[in-house]
């Protein structure tokens, strides 16, 4: 009987980690987009090194900033109480980190697409910039925002290697399917790989096929 | 209750330098050529642009004072703005367009109704023709009882039969509407049709020498780019004496 805990284990840390950034990525995406912000091009880089920096290494920094030595951990422990290394909530804010310029990059695409002056007009019509975000923006890119959730959900399903670093192989805490297919074909359980392997496949697939949909280029047909 | 405007912002080829007022009641079109500075003149009043020095009021508020630091946000103005370019917002109904700040329901029906688009109340503005989104627009602008309207080129993106129709019924209405109107156009004749006082802007400097220039330029521009047939080419003409006779008048 295959272990269907580090499935769910993935699928719930991807509903988590998408909920977060969604939240966290759409007034930094709004504020990239629609406000000067002093030293925006260095901000944007800083947001965008996890796409070329290794898993391990970025994996190896989250787990120094972690850590009960590290200044986020420390900070985090004496708030909390418990430690973030090797939990839930740890490869939690890992994938947060992982895959925020998942989040942002087609967040930001989206909002760029909104004409300048529907803002304006909005300003003019006595909107505030909070109700000009809810009211014209988001209603506005609502299919680069669909984008961007489901990128960053199935980009956390696929995560390995920071995954491993900072939350380890805790069976119902930290071990989620990558990492559960990695040991099954390590300890020659190829059965086992095979069946976690092909569910996530159609998973990942049906989404893909969404992103697709609700991307411009593809409803353009170019 | 009045709009007064005098402002200075360094552009990128010339120096913008304006002052005048306008009286609720009354439209007042700024004409001149591209890049003469007539939007940004608009954006300014709107707060859209900060100009480098000067003074905005209209009903004894100030808007700016750029010597006293006072610069209100364009929020704040309570100001009635059509755009060149349609800004309807393209996932509301015409209907909600329209009621998006209104300040109640009964001007949103009264507006639609005026302006001929109650039937498209439902559609959204990519089902509905260039004149009416424009209708839509103004009806948009008016909603939220503006201290002030100001359009900038607002017929230019339409067709001809449209653009006739929308300066007639402005024309019209102006005079209900109880606040001042600044109109930004580029074609003189559409000036001298509904303006009650034209203001022709060249290089960012009020020009009023220039009137009966742009007259000729934009009536030769006009027979140039199009082939009318013989009724439009006879009411061109009956309409560019008209317009001469009060570009004159206006000179005098």
């Known amino acids: 009987m295959v272990d269907l805990l580090p499935l769910y284990l993935s699928l719930k840390l991807a509903a988590v980690s998408t909920a977060v950034l969604m939240v966290v990525a759409a007034p930094i995406s709004y504020a990239l987009v629609f406000h000067r912000i002093p030293g925006k091009s260095f901000l944007e880089a800083l947001i965008n090194l996890p796409i070329v920096l290794p898993p391990t290494v970025l994996g190896f920094y989250l787990l120094v900033a972690l850590g009960p030595r590290g200044s986020f951990g420390r900070a985090w422990e004496s708030v909390f109480g418990s430690p973030l290394l090797f939990t839930f909530t740890g490869i939690v804010v890992a994938s947060l980190v992982y895959s925020l310029p998942f989040a942002v990059a087609p967040m930001k695409t989206a909002f760029c697409r909104i004409d300048r002056r529907l803002v304006e007009n909005a300003q003019i019509l006595g909107l505030n910039p909070m109700a000009i975000f809810f009211r014209v923006i988001l209603p506005n890119s609502l299919a680069g925002v669909a984008a961007s959730a489901i990128l960053v959900f199935l980009h956390t399903i696929g995560e390995f290697g920071v995954i491993l670093m900072v939350g380890g192989s805790i069976p119902g805490k930290t071990k989620v399917a990558s990492i559960a297919i990695f040991e099954a074909v390590e300890a020659l359980r190829y059965s086992d790989a095979w069946l976690m392997s092909l569910a996530l496949v159609p998973v990942c697939y049906v989404f893909l096929l969404l992103v697709n949909r609700l991307t411009p280029e593809a409803q353009h047909g170019t | 209750m009045e709009l007064d405007v005098r402002i200075k912002k360094k552009l990128k080829h010339f120096d913008l330098d304006v002052s005048f007022s306008c009286a609720e009641g009354r439209l007042l079109a700024i004409v001149g050529p591209s890049g003469a500075g007539k939007t940004t003149i608009i954006r300014i009043i709107a707060g859209l642009d900060r100009p480098d020095a000067g003074f905005i009021s209209c009903r004894d508020t100030v808007w700016a004072d750029m010597s006293a630091g006072i610069n209100v946000p364009t929020r704040k103005r309570g100001i009635g703005y059509v755009f060149q370019e349609f800004t309807l917002f393209p996932n509301l109904s015409v209907y909600k367009n329209v009621a998006f700040a209104a300040r109640n329901r009964d001007t949103v029906e009264y507006l639609l109704k005026m302006f001929d688009i109650w039937h498209l109340c439902e559609s959204r503005p990519h089902l509905i023709s260039g004149g009416e989104r424009q209708r839509c627009a103004i009806c948009q602008a008016l909603a939220r009882d503006p201290k002030v309207l100001l359009m900038d080129e607002p017929f230019s993106a339409l067709d001809a039969l449209s653009r006739r129709k929308l300066r007639e019924m402005m024309k019209s209405i102006k005079s209900e509407l109880h606040i001042p109107i600044i109109h930004v156009t580029h074609d003189i004749r559409e000036a001298l049709f509904i303006a009650d006082d034209i203001m022709p802007v060249v290089q960012g400097r009020v020009e009023q020498k220039w009137v009966m220039h742009f007259m000729l330029t934009a009536r030769d521009f006009d027979r ?29």
Do not use: F, N, Q
């Not at chain 2, 140039?224 to 005098?252: F, G, H, V, W």
């Open chain 2, 224 to 252: 140039a780019r199009c082939s009318p047939t013989r009724a439009e080419k006879r009411r061109d003409e009956e309409e560019d004496i008209e317009l001469s006779i009060k570009a004159k008048e206006y000179m005098k």
